[in-house]
């Protein structure tokens, strides 16, 4: 395979003699021109959409959400009802900013009158562009990923997520790989289940993780233990996770030591930790947690940005016992070479493989092993 540099002089080429990006980028605003437009869902996919739209020069009125009202915390835009899409925003468009309630958003909008002509899904626009000026921040950082990965997968995984991030086409599917969902954290190429595995699952939501683990290794494994501080999520895992043997559910979110943090409980998959605001939740870190109980032998993390925080609070399990690593690393820009760069840092023995388990720029995970 050639190197960083030659791929992403080609890349940038490519870009640069492409028609496609400002031809979409136009129909895009033209789609969206002379109306007032809402966001429907105002969780990191909103954010995200509002950041680009207005990068392009598109102003985005506030975001609809059936569950709350008030002031979106990120942007500070008004947070209104689906009734008022029909009372106060009966012209605007409206961008469907979720990524697993589409559908039922769609009948709900129906219902309420709204015609399909005024909504467009959330792949309408892509949310992961990058200005240059942003890019080049990150670009040693991608390089230093790239020749850190053990395999081509893997590195053409990381030039896809670039291509994302750099072209900002409407519609546009990644191009890179992409594996069954049902696989995530657990590829079979790359990951081989004990039955003694004592498994660590950093952000369980609703016990989803939990129940392919369990279907996985047929129900042969030692422990199971789960972290998840959005008290809803935490109860419904209980639920989804009741009669499975051997499984400790902790209502606790996880960071670099024991302490209370800012907790930003959000539409679904979207609730995370913050230093500054939201309700109030109790953190603690793998090492802590593990101090008098055996260690993890595999440690997953999908936390919303926390990874890098987490990461931080195993380095004692992951120096002595060298625990497989399955990390989410599409949160922030940086992830895809600051978390394998921390791991490595606290065992140099790790083979580091990256994944994409979605047709969107989300669920990209770092394996080390």
């Not at 606790?252 to 943090?261: D, F, K, M, P, Y």
């Amino acid at each position: 395979m050639k190197s960083f540099k030659e791929e992403l002089a080609e890349l940038k080429m490519w870009i640069s003699e492409s028609y496609e990006s400002k031809r979409e980028t136009d129909w895009v605003k033209q789609q969206l021109a002379d109306k007032p437009l809402v966001l429907y869902g105002g969780g990191t996919i909103g954010s995200w959409a509002v950041y680009f739209l207005r990068h392009y020069g598109i102003n985005v009125t506030c975001f609809c959400d059936k569950n709350k009202t008030g002031v979106h915390g990120e942007t500070k835009l008004p947070v209104v009802s689906p009734q008022s899409l029909l009372t106060d925003y009966s012209d605007a468009n409206i961008i469907i900013s979720s990524t697993i309630y589409v559908n039922e958003i769609r009948r709900d909008l129906h219902r309420l009158g709204i015609t399909q002509e005024r909504l467009f899904s959330r792949s309408f626009i892509n949310f992961q562009y990058m200005t240059p000026e942003a890019f080049e921040f990150h670009l040693c950082g991608y390089e230093r990923a790239y020749n850190l990965f053990n395999d081509d997968v893997s590195r053409q995984t990381l030039l896809g997520r670039i291509k994302c991030c750099l072209t900002p086409f409407p519609l546009m599917q990644p191009p890179f790989t992409t594996y069954s969902p049902e696989l995530q954290y657990f590829d079979p190429e790359i990951i081989t289940l004990s039955q003694d595995e004592i498994f660590a699952d950093g952000g369980m939501y609703v016990g989803d993780t939990a129940e392919q683990f369990y279907k996985l290794s047929h129900g042969n494994y030692s422990h199971y233990y789960g972290f998840e501080p959005d008290k809803h999520n935490y109860a419904a895992a209980n639920k989804t996770l009741a009669g499975k043997p051997n499984m400790t559910l902790i209502s606790n979110g996880l960071w670099n030591c024991e302490t209370r943090l800012g907790f930003t409980d959000g539409p679904v998959g979207t609730s995370r930790l913050n230093e500054t605001d939201g309700n109030i939740v109790d953190v603690t870190s793998l090492d802590l947690y593990f101090s008098d109980k055996a260690s993890p032998t595999f440690i997953k993390m999908d936390i919303e940005g926390a990874e890098f925080e987490a990461l931080r609070g195993a380095e004692r399990i992951i120096r002595e016992h060298k625990p497989k690593l399955a990390i989410c690393v599409y949160h922030k820009p940086e992830d895809v070479y600051t978390l394998p760069e921390l791991a490595k840092s606290y065992r140099d023995d790790y083979k580091f493989y990256l994944r994409h388990y979605s047709n969107t720029s989300f669920e990209t995970v770092l394996y080390a092993v």
